[in-house]
């Protein structure tokens, strides 16, 4: 669940590069890409690299970075190399040493040498999180171990594993069961993310209010707000009669809602959205860099991506100073110390 992604799109998805911040359900049929486009990547220093010459890329992860050529998925190691022959329909990134991938709409597993670990067998699959994923039979998603295991089955939707709970969608609702297929938070949410890192998800309640929950389902933060997100820095974005702040943890907002979009603190800045464009502000509300731009990206390894006024896209250091020239068509955020970028 995203709320801020689905309102301001921010985050910058393109029909090339099929990744955002939150990565979407995977996809059951063959992703759309224009196969003129060249993808490549460049390093911090704006160093290009791997040569754009790909039909659509996703991010690295664990190494390794889907890649299309020909119109099929493989993948690709930090030097270019292939690693795995181009041969999949639709892949994703690797997680938990495994990617799903795709053929003839039937999904299965591979390992990081290509072998592939878990058949094609299955109608849907999501990526592996913490030994766990979720696949789908017919209309039917089941929870499946690294051995293809089933240790939970029979939901209309599930979600994926993080801090020892995944979630899982029934007719009354979104709950959370655990390793072992044990339900501990019942079926009382109308919509359900995964925890983050300190074990805190965000949840829609079936009377549509948005709050915050711990493992326990113990909602430890709601207001009458429209739409609190996850805390970074201390700090959860907040949208209020259509404008968005930011509040801490006692719901008082630290930085009034008057922009027309924001993102969460990444790296000690927040992407925020004026009537002038996108810019960046600190956690006590200072403007650090003017928003000037007509689309930017969240930082991620101190570096954003940002478009100029003539449409291109480069790279900004974290003081606004321009540090890799615009001059692409596309830009992504940096992702193990790569980021994609396409030329025209």
């Known amino acids: 669940m995203n709320r801020l992604s689905k309102s301001v799109l921010l985050t910058f998805c393109s029909l090339a590069f099929v990744a955002c911040t939150t990565p979407p359900k995977v996809l059951t049929e063959?992703?759309?890409?224009?196969?003129?486009?060249?993808?490549?990547?460049?390093?911090?220093?704006?160093?290009?690299?791997?040569?754009?010459?790909?039909?659509?890329?996703?991010?690295?992860?664990?190494?390794?970075?889907?890649?299309?050529?020909?119109?099929?998925?493989?993948?690709?190691?930090?030097?270019?190399?292939?690693?795995?022959?181009?041969?999949?329909?639709?892949?994703?990134?690797?997680?938990?040493?495994?990617?799903?991938v795709s053929t003839n709409g039937k999904w299965g597993y591979i390992d990081k040498t290509g072998k592939l670990v878990i058949p094609l067998d299955y109608d849907g699959a999501n990526e592996f999180s913490e030994g766990f994923a979720g696949v789908k039979e017919g209309s039917t998603w089941s929870y499946i171990n690294k051995e293809n295991k089933k240790i939970a089955e029979g939901y209309k939707d599930v979600g994926k594993f993080s801090c020892g709970l995944g979630a899982f969608k029934t007719d009354a609702g979104w709950g959370?069961?655990?390793?072992?297929?044990?339900?501990?938070?019942?079926?009382?949410?109308?919509?359900?993310?995964?925890?983050?890192?300190?074990?805190?998800?965000?949840?829609?309640?079936?009377?549509?209010?948005?709050?915050?929950?711990?493992?326990?389902?113990?909602?430890?933060?709601?207001?009458?707000?429209?739409?609190?997100?996850?805390?970074?820095?201390?700090?959860?974005?907040?949208?209020?009669?259509?404008?968005?702040?930011?509040?801490?943890?006692?719901?008082?907002?630290?930085?009034?809602?008057?922009?027309?979009?924001?993102?969460k603190f990444n790296g000690g800045l927040a992407l925020v959205r004026t009537k002038d464009g996108y810019g960046y502000v600190d956690p006590k509300g200072k403007m650090v860099i003017e928003p000037k731009f007509p689309n930017a990206h969240s930082f991620t390894e101190k570096l954003a991506a940002v478009r100029i006024k003539d449409g291109k896209w480069g790279y900004i250091d974290q003081k606004g100073k321009l540090v890799i020239e615009p001059k692409y068509q596309a830009a992504t955020e940096f992702k193990e110390e790569l980021a994609a970028v396409q030329v025209d």
């Open 176 to 263: 959370y069961v655990d390793e072992n297929g044990k339900v501990i938070i019942k079926e009382k949410f109308a919509e359900a993310s995964p925890h983050d890192k300190d074990c805190i998800a965000e949840v829609t309640t079936l009377d549509n209010r948005f709050g915050l929950i711990d493992k326990a389902g113990v909602i430890v933060y709601r207001e009458k707000l429209e739409a609190p997100s996850l805390f970074a820095d201390g700090l959860s974005v907040i949208e209020t009669k259509g404008q968005w702040g930011f509040v801490d943890k006692s719901g008082k907002f630290i930085i009034p809602a008057k922009y027309l979009a924001a993102e």
């Open 30 to 100: 063959k992703e759309p890409f224009d196969p003129h486009n060249k993808w490549g990547f460049v390093d911090a220093a704006g160093k290009v690299v791997i040569e754009p010459k790909y039909e659509a890329v996703k991010p690295f992860s664990e190494g390794l970075a889907a890649v299309v050529q020909d119109r099929r998925w493989g993948y690709i190691d930090k030097t270019g190399k292939v690693v795995i022959e181009p041969k999949y329909d639709v892949v994703t990134p690797f997680s938990d040493g495994m990617a799903a």
